[in-house]
């Protein structure tokens, strides 16, 4: 009887157990592969492309090396998906949020072994998350009216971000510029404001913040290569022929004459559209499209620095610094926004020349420079730099801040354990099973620096045992200390985000009782 | 097999090519029949419920969906098999016309084939046990008539409503804040329905999903949400009292249709063309503004030039936005979709209070708040999550409780959930078997058996005895005849669905039973199954 035929050929189903087991086993796997990145002496992983060119990165950021894997297993693919969320979200614990899924889901996997039903582990799950959440918000610290307080508290997140990080090394340069940065923003999570740029050569030490802008660009040949108070027009325009847009138009001659006299009339038309530029009454004129040698060359005539094919970015982030709009037609030259800028430099970063906007008007972006060895040093560097500039902007707008090292698991974990006992019913060991699953992350950034993680844990729980305990893990020092002596700081946001997603994708994995794979779409060239 | 001899003693084809097919007939068929079809009811059957689980389907490209709706598990599921695919379509039907309960009536179209195995089993004629369901089905609709309540709702009192919601998303994964969520989906229907005419377009209702952010931050926008930015990055992003034309032409030079060529062979020509051009851009920038618009949406995209001509102007604009986003734009702001320029009016224009735009998270993600519509019948409900697969639930979740919502709108009658309307059933079809003479009489029987096998489901996956439940709360409901009495899924401690507030809408559980007996009645009349035997 053809009952077992339900699906098409190739399609498989698991059931039950054995789902559930496919799921965990899955998802236990990837939290396994980043876990040894985690904390501040987490280990590198190299990523080789399978493209052409094998292309080769070097990287501690959980999101990164997930988003290069090819998994196949569901549940494993439900994490990879959380963390790139919790890198578009918050920017940073990317790593963090797919460990404590995966220790959440290792301690489910021990609870569904002796018969408790995974409702009530997601029941239980739930209890200790809303309450982990409460402890977290009861001890929060809240230094938005104090602006230097702030502004410190500010530093020391992007410190312990960056320690993490292939920054360590320079973290307090880099966490300067990063809070000097984010702090030009004004409040605004844009952080397309904010150029970072990257020139190999030098070390990272010689990376620095430019109050100005930098453009990636040459200065055309013959033009002026430093101009003081520069009026700037942005534009994006056609700069090569200008083409008549009117549908079905062609140009038909039947004489040589007439093909020179229409040449004539395209090249007056061009020198019409400079003449209009210029009658702006600037001296510099900025292009995301290309120039032809022609007009650049009546720019040159009138002195005009013009600069072409800046890309779409950096004319978007020219117009919000000099405070220009960015104009495709030149019929009003006196209604136009002009960009202002003190001066024009060419400057040479390593062998490179680029075009240095300094003393802007509107100075809410800015530029990074930022030097190193290698390309992979640079990347490194740059994800390093964009998760500390993003965890900053986000606490700039949520200005509540925990302390780090391994504090607020503690925290949470000994709520979660008060609940725990006072809870009846079976849901108490799954809460019980979530504070130990938020130990693990101490645990964890213990055992990646090669600390003794067991006896550092255990003092660190028994001096939680005080009421308004500041104690957490010191990796540099390998001992136990007072995390608000020791500057290190994290963002609550980060954390909130890290704890509910965990909660959720662990929830969404265990209610899974059966796994249906489709048939793989087949390949042409395969049939 | 399918041969037949002609008075010659010679063969006749009556089926090609017979030996590619392979070919079922009588109580095999049927036997085959009622095991897919139960096959499909056993992998909804645990889903089914308030501690129901998902199941994880992973697509023909690899993608992942993580639900516990019938309808989408049923449809993602790939089947093969002729009658999996009768009970695929079974669960779509009831979704296109009730939108919720789609596993039930998946389990009950199963219990009735197991059932129907049986009374096979005992030698009883496949269309007699169609037609006892029939009859069966016909009783168990008209009690149901009976012991439904109708409750009372308006605008201003919409608590049952709420609570009605509330029992359909208990079932999903979304139940930690299914109170929010069911007053977000009672609002928006409210919001868009015709009490009048006790009727409710749910095209209305957008439901629009960003991923970050927490389940809490989901909201109900009374406006519009476009996933789209202003067409040039220094255009004002707060726009007050707007006043939006809607185009569907593009700021660009005219394309006739015809095919036509414009000759330039003159440089008198050139310049004529040139000026022609420049004014073309001029006067489609001008028109709008005439008119007093302040907010430009267009369908199509802009020239550069008419973009910096735009914003030159003042006058903000969005580009490239869907016709459907278009159509609700223009329901909602009371604007009228312009097809050409020469055609805008004052009168055609849309009208809104505040127009936004805001941005999320680290990423460059912005999309266009249109609020404080002219004609506010026109709602979204804007849904965040911690990952795609969440909305994705999310947004079935809310698609159910908005079904819900707008039946209840359409027909008030409720009846009570957590199983108590089906054991009610179970009993009074029961009773009505034993009037029936004939062999019909115990396909009736069967009928009843299979309904209470939609509470045993439910206590199975609550992790209660089934048996000894079901049997407690049917004495229950026989000693003190009060049909309220169902599963207490949730552990509170009370078998009384209304203390409970677990209701369901009359409409939906008929339909259930409608269905599911049809398919069924369908399945057990096939009697001849023929297939090419190369799958």
């Not at chain 1, 020179?260 to 499209?289: L, P, S, T, W, Y």
């Not at chain 2, 010659?8 to 009556?14: L, S």
């Not at chain 2, 919720?100 to 496949?126: C, N, W």
């Not at chain 2, 097809?339 to 936004?356: D, I, M, S, Y």
Request: aromatic share 4%; glycine share 8%.
């Amino acid at each position: 009887m053809p009952i077992d035929k339900i699906f098409k050929d190739d399609a498989s189903e698991e059931k039950g157990e054995r789902a559930r087991m496919a799921s965990f086993v899955g998802a236990m796997a990837i939290s396994d592969l980043v876990k040894s990145t985690l904390g501040p002496k987490g280990m590198d992983k190299i990523l080789q492309s399978t493209g052409r060119g094998h292309a080769v990165t070097v990287t501690n950021d959980g999101a990164t090396i997930l988003k290069s894997l090819h998994i196949d297993n569901p549940a494993a693919k439900v994490l990879v998906d959380i963390s790139k969320v919790q890198d578009d979200e918050v920017g940073d614990g990317t790593t963090s949020v797919v460990v404590l899924a995966g220790e959440l889901l290792r301690e489910a996997e021990k609870l569904v072994a002796s018969k408790i039903h995974p409702m009530t582990i997601i029941a239980g799950y739930r209890m200790a998350s809303e309450c982990a959440r409460n402890a977290l918000l009861k001890r929060v610290i809240d230094n938005k009216e104090n602006a230097e307080k702030f502004r410190s508290d500010l530093l020391k997140i992007a410190m312990t971000t960056l320690c993490s990080k292939i920054l360590s090394q320079d973290k307090e340069h880099f966490a300067e510029m990063a809070v000097d940065a984010v702090f030009r923003l004004k409040g605004s999570t844009n952080l397309e404001a904010i150029q970072i740029i990257k020139k190999p050569g030098g070390s990272l030490k010689d990376s620095f913040l430019d109050e100005g802008f930098i453009l990636d660009k040459k200065i055309g040949i013959g033009q002026p290569k430093r101009i003081e108070n520069a009026k700037i027009l942005v534009a994006n325009t056609a700069m090569d022929t200008d083409k008549v847009k009117i549908y079905g138009a062609r140009v038909r001659v039947d004489s040589m004459t007439k093909v020179a006299e229409i040449e004539g009339a395209e090249k007056e038309k061009m020198k019409d559209k400079v003449k209009k530029i210029i009658a702006h009454g600037i001296n510099c004129f900025v292009n995301r499209q290309l120039i032809y040698n022609f007009p650049e060359e009546l720019f040159a005539d009138a002195g005009i620095l013009a600069i072409e094919h800046a890309d779409f970015e950096g004319i978007e982030s020219l117009g919000l610094v000099t405070g220009g709009e960015i104009a495709s037609t030149f019929d009003n030259p006196e209604s136009v926004k002009l960009g202002h800028c003190k001066l024009i430099e060419e400057i040479m970063i390593g062998e490179d020349k680029l075009i240095h906007f300094s003393g802007c008007e509107m100075g809410q972006a800015c530029s990074i420079v930022l030097r190193g060895a290698s390309h992979h040093v640079l990347d490194e560097a740059e994800r390093s730099l964009h998760d500390a500039l993003c965890v900053l902007s986000q606490t700039v707008n949520d200005t509540r801040v925990l302390l780090g090292g391994g504090w607020p698991e503690m925290v949470m974990a000994k709520e979660v354990d008060e609940l725990a006992r006072k809870t009846a019913g079976k849901k108490s060991h799954a809460i019980e099973a979530f504070s130990r699953a938020l130990v693990a992350i101490p645990t964890t950034i213990a055992d990646n620096a090669g600390l003794d993680s067991a006896e550092l844990v255990a003092q660190l729980r028994a001096e939680h045992h005080n009421d308004g305990c500041n104690a957490g893990i010191d990796v540099i020092s390998g001992s136990v200390g007072d995390m608000e002596e020791r500057g290190i700081y994290e963002a609550f946001k980060v954390k909130q985000a890290v704890l509910l997603s965990a909660t959720e994708a662990s929830e969404m994995i265990l209610r899974v009782d059966e796994i249906i794979t489709c048939a793989p779409r087949r390949r042409e060239d395969r049939m | 097999m399918a041969l037949a001899f002609d008075e010659f003693g010679r063969p006749f084809i009556i089926l090609r090519e017979q030996d590619q097919k392979t070919r079922l007939r009588g109580i095999d068929a049927q036997k085959a029949n009622i095991a897919a079809g139960k096959a499909v009811a056993r992998i909804l059957r645990s889903s089914l419920g308030p501690k129901g689980m998902d199941k994880m389907l992973q697509g023909p490209d690899g993608d992942i969906t993580i639900t516990n709706d019938g309808a989408t598990i049923l449809e993602q599921m790939d089947v093969d098999n002729q009658i999996a695919k009768l009970m695929v379509e079974l669960s779509r039907s009831q979704d296109y016309e009730i939108g919720d309960g789609t596993t039930g009536v998946v389990v009950m179209a199963g219990a009735l084939l197991e059932q129907a195995e049986r009374q096979l089993d005992r030698g009883i004629h496949p269309i007699r046990i169609a037609e006892g369901y029939e009859m069966a089905s016909r009783v168990a609709v008209e009690h149901l008539e009976r012991i439904a309540q109708k409750f009372e709702f308006d605008i201003n009192n919409f608590e049952p409503l709420v609570q009605t919601c509330m029992t359909t998303l208990s079932s999903k994964i979304v139940n930690r804040c299914k109170r929010s969520l069911a007053e977000i989906a009672v609002k928006a229907v409210l919001a868009v329905a015709d009490l009048e005419r006790r009727d409710v377009n749910l095209d209305l209702i957008k439901v629009e999903g960003k991923v970050g952010g927490k389940l809490e931050d989901t909201e109900l926008i009374y406006g519009i949400l476009i996933d789209k930015d202003m067409s040039h990055p220094q255009m004002p992003k707060h726009i007050e009292d707007a006043h939006i034309a809607i185009l569907t032409c593009p700021f660009e030079p005219p394309k006739p249709k015809t095919k036509h060529k414009v000759d330039i062979d003159t440089v008198e020509k050139f310049e004529t063309l040139r000026k022609q051009e420049q004014q073309y851009f001029d006067e489609m920038v001008q028109k709008c503004k005439d008119v007093g618009a302040t907010l430009v949406i267009c369908q199509w995209g802009f020239d550069d030039e008419a973009n910096h001509l735009l914003m030159h102007r003042n006058l903000p604009a969005v580009r490239w936005v869907g016709g459907v986003e278009l159509e609700l734009i223009a329901i909602a702001t009371g604007g009228r979709i312009v097809p050409r320029f020469q055609e805008l009016t004052p009168e055609k224009l849309g009208k809104a209070g505040v127009v936004r735009e805001k941005s999320f998270g680290t990423t460059k993600e912005r999309m266009l708040y249109i609020e404080h519509c002219a004609n506010s019948k026109a709602v979204t409900v804007f849904i965040r999550g911690g990952n795609k697969m969440m909305i994705e639930e999310t947004k079935r979740s809310i698609h159910d409780a908005l079904c819900v919502a707008r039946n209840l709108i359409r027909n008030k009658s409720i009846v009570y959930g957590g199983g108590a309307a089906e054991i009610a059933c179970s009993l009074a079809v029961d009773a009505a078997a034993d009037k029936y003479p004939g062999v019909e009489q115990y396909a009736i029987r069967a009928f009843a058996e299979a309904l209470d096998s939609v509470p045993m489901a439910l206590a199975e996956n609550s992790g209660l005895q089934p048996i000894e439940t079901l049997s407690a709360v049917k004495s229950q409901q026989i000693k003190e005849n009060i049909p309220f009495y169902g599963i207490d899924c949730n552990d509170v401690g009370t078998n009384d669905m209304r203390e409970q507030n677990v209701f369901e809408t009359l409409i939906g559980k008929q339909q259930q039973i409608l269905l599911a007996t049809q398919v069924v009645k369908m399945i057990l009349k096939i009697d001849d199954v023929i297939s090419n035997s190369e799958y």
